[in-house]
């Protein structure tokens, strides 16, 4: 039987990874639907790794501001390597977000039919054993990540393993994200993550353990995410969105300003944007189109063009 922690708000599901997935997919999915988000236990994601990628992901935003530029890399879209504070910006919104952040993709033998989309990974000399840390990070996550798309499937009426195919090499990210202390330079009006949807298929989001992440509710309310310490918080993708055609909701969402104390030190989080392949092409599923739906389905469209779409959009192509 599936819980929900008293510190999650009614309906937002908090369930154990570890339970049969039959167990719990109704319960994701529903929460899925409403909020979005849900809050996912016994992940499977070792906690020796978390903390060897947190000191790691610490020890490279601690760098001097020049070596961490050197790892920047102008027109690759933020898709690999360093992105420097102030560069990301939320669609419509009027300044940038108060953050800097790593990008760790998939690794593809050169021949690939799918390398052409995946540009190589850069590896800063200066942290050791980053590489080998990060790596291993972003294939427990992507275990993680399919067994939440087992339970989707399941509650969407489909094979366990529906998802397997169009997500298998697909063009995920992990991103290493560190918020400064605030400053008091500033720009007015800017936050440390402005209001936006995610654009991949599932969001993994590891180091929510302190407060500042909220979702946007469909009474227009800013509803809190509370801190479960260890636990994932998961949210659905832009992309899963248009498959569903809306059925599960993506979600906005932002991570707002800490007040006190919090405004003086630096948040970290590491989140797993899991993506399609990019040739997939996201085609809303028959059986969540319906003759009552307010508008009609959205056009069929490849996952990698979808995802240039939206980089325009947050200034990052």
């Keep these: 039987m599936t819980t929900t922690a008293p510190e999650i708000a009614p309906g937002i599901a908090s369930v154990s990874l570890a339970?049969?997935?039959?167990?719990?997919?109704?319960?994701?999915?529903?929460?899925?639907?409403?909020?979005?988000?849900?809050?996912?236990?016994?992940h499977g994601i070792p906690e020796d790794l978390i903390a060897a990628a947190e000191a790691a992901s610490k020890a490279f935003f601690a760098l001097p501001e020049a070596v961490k530029r050197a790892y920047h890399i102008p027109g690759g879209g933020g898709a690999r390597g360093y992105t420097p504070f102030g560069t990301e910006k939320a669609k419509d919104a009027a300044v940038f977000d108060l953050k800097e952040f790593w990008h760790v993709g998939r690794d593809l033998p050169e021949g690939h039919p799918l390398a052409s989309y995946m540009a190589p990974n850069v590896w800063p000399a200066e942290v050791p054993g980053f590489r080998e840390t990060m790596q291993a990070l972003f294939g427990a996550f992507e275990t993680a990540g399919g067994r939440v798309l087992e339970a989707i499937a399941l509650h969407l009426g489909r094979p366990r393993d529906f998802f397997a195919a169009s997500v298998k090499d697909g063009n995920s990210v992990m991103?290493?994200?560190?918020?400064?202390?605030?400053?008091?330079?500033?720009?007015?009006?800017?936050?440390?993550?402005?209001?936006?949807?995610?654009?991949?298929?599932?969001?993994?989001?590891?180091?929510?353990?302190?407060a500042g992440l909220e979702l946007l509710t469909r009474k227009g309310e800013w509803l809190p995410i509370p801190a479960v310490k260890g636990a994932l918080v998961i949210n659905v993708g832009d992309m899963l969105d248009r498959l569903t055609n809306g059925r599960l909701r993506s979600t906005t969402h932002r991570v707002v300003n800490p007040r006190g104390e919090a405004a003086r030190r630096s948040r970290y989080s590491m989140p797993f944007f899991l993506h399609f392949r990019p040739d997939y092409v996201i085609t809303p599923l028959p059986e969540c189109v319906g003759d009552d739906d307010p508008a009609p389905p959205p056009a069929p469209i490849s996952a990698h063009d979808f995802l240039l779409q939206r980089l325009r959009e947050i200034n990052l192509a």
Excluded: C, K, W
């Design 19 to 42: 339970q049969p997935l039959e167990t719990i997919a109704d319960e994701l999915g529903r929460s899925f639907a409403e909020y979005g988000f849900a809050v996912v236990r016994d």
């Design 175 to 210: 991103r290493l994200l560190h918020y400064p202390p605030l400053g008091e330079d500033a720009p007015e009006g800017a936050i440390r993550a402005a209001a936006h949807g995610d654009i991949n298929t599932i969001t993994l989001l590891l180091g929510a353990e302190e």
